[in-house]
């Protein structure tokens, strides 16, 4: 065991030489929410290179990727409360005064590997040791994209366990594939915006300052 490695924690496993995930269709239209910088477009994917998260960045150069989820809350729940824990966890402004919300809809159908349900089951792993793991372990999450015929993942959100989080590949999926949805976007510099994201907030008992 490495010095620096957490004790306590779940261990991954080697992945395999060859990953076979079941594979579950994101249908054409099917709308998908985002949360993100506002200095990307909506249908714009991440470049990186920056920290290495759960499946990014990886490669060289790294592979583009776009997070989003099934509905808005989980959205903002896997990027602004995502590294959210401790006995009184708190969401400042610095933390989404430069960030928005919006939606898209693929004009295809997504083949994403399914890290859920039977999906982790077929890959003989828990969530704790795949899409649930420790930061440590986060290098040892990037063998899926191995599967050349996905061009994303589909799992549980950590942080709201009944709804599913997506990511997609920016070498299998390109930005013209997701159209942006008109009027389906928030800055959360505004007054009735900022409302929404401190009920939501406040209804998982978290603080958060307001951005005035």
Same mark, same amino acid.
């Given at each position: 065991?490495?010095?620096?490695?957490?004790?306590?924690?779940?261990?991954?496993?080697?992945?395999?030489?060859?990953?076979?995930?079941?594979?579950?269709?994101?249908?054409?239209?099917?709308?998908?929410?985002?949360?993100?910088?506002?200095?990307?477009?909506?249908?714009?994917?991440?470049?990186?290179?920056?920290?290495?998260?759960?499946?990014?960045?990886?490669?060289?150069?790294?592979?583009?990727?776009?997070?989003?989820?099934?509905?808005?809350?989980?959205?903002?729940?896997?990027?602004? *409360? +995502?590294?959210?824990?401790?006995? !009184?966890? %708190? /969401?400042?402004?610095?933390?989404?005064? =430069?960030?928005?919300?919006?939606?898209?809809?693929?004009?295809?159908?997504?083949?994403?590997?399914? *890290? +859920?349900?039977?999906?982790?089951? !077929?890959? %003989? /792993?828990?969530?704790?040791?795949?899409? =649930?793991?420790?930061?440590?372990?986060?290098?040892?999450?990037?063998?899926?994209?191995?599967?050349t015929d996905v061009d994303g993942l589909v799992w549980m959100s950590r942080r709201w366990n009944t709804r599913k989080a997506v990511?997609?590949?920016?070498?299998?999926?390109?930005?013209d594939d997701l159209v942006p949805l008109p009027n389906a976007g928030r800055n959360f510099a505004l007054p009735d915006d900022f409302?929404?994201?401190a009920t939501l907030c406040h209804e998982l008992r978290i603080e958060i300052t307001p951005p005035w």
């Amino acid at each position: 065991m490495a010095s620096d490695e957490p004790s306590g924690i779940p261990e991954v496993p080697e992945p395999p030489s060859e990953v076979d995930p079941l594979i579950e269709v994101w249908e054409s239209g099917k709308v998908l929410h985002r949360s993100y910088p506002e200095k990307f477009k909506v249908n714009a994917f991440n470049p990186g290179p920056r920290r290495t998260t759960r499946f990014s960045f990886f490669g060289d150069p790294p592979v583009p990727v776009l997070y989003a989820g099934e509905d808005e809350q989980t959205a903002v729940a896997e990027t602004l *409360l +995502h590294d959210l824990d401790g006995p !009184a966890p %708190r /969401l400042v402004r610095a933390d989404y005064i =430069d960030r928005r919300s919006g939606a898209v809809a693929p004009k295809r159908d997504l083949r994403l590997a399914q *890290l +859920h349900s039977g999906g982790l089951y !077929a890959l %003989r /792993l828990e969530p704790n040791q795949l899409t =649930d793991t420790h930061p440590y372990w986060y290098e040892k999450t990037e063998a899926i994209h191995r599967c050349t015929d996905v061009d994303g993942l589909v799992w549980m959100s950590r942080r709201w366990n009944t709804r599913k989080a997506v990511m997609l590949f920016g070498d299998r999926v390109d930005e013209d594939d997701l159209v942006p949805l008109p009027n389906a976007g928030r800055n959360f510099a505004l007054p009735d915006d900022f409302e929404w994201l401190a009920t939501l907030c406040h209804e998982l008992r978290i603080e958060i300052t307001p951005p005035w």
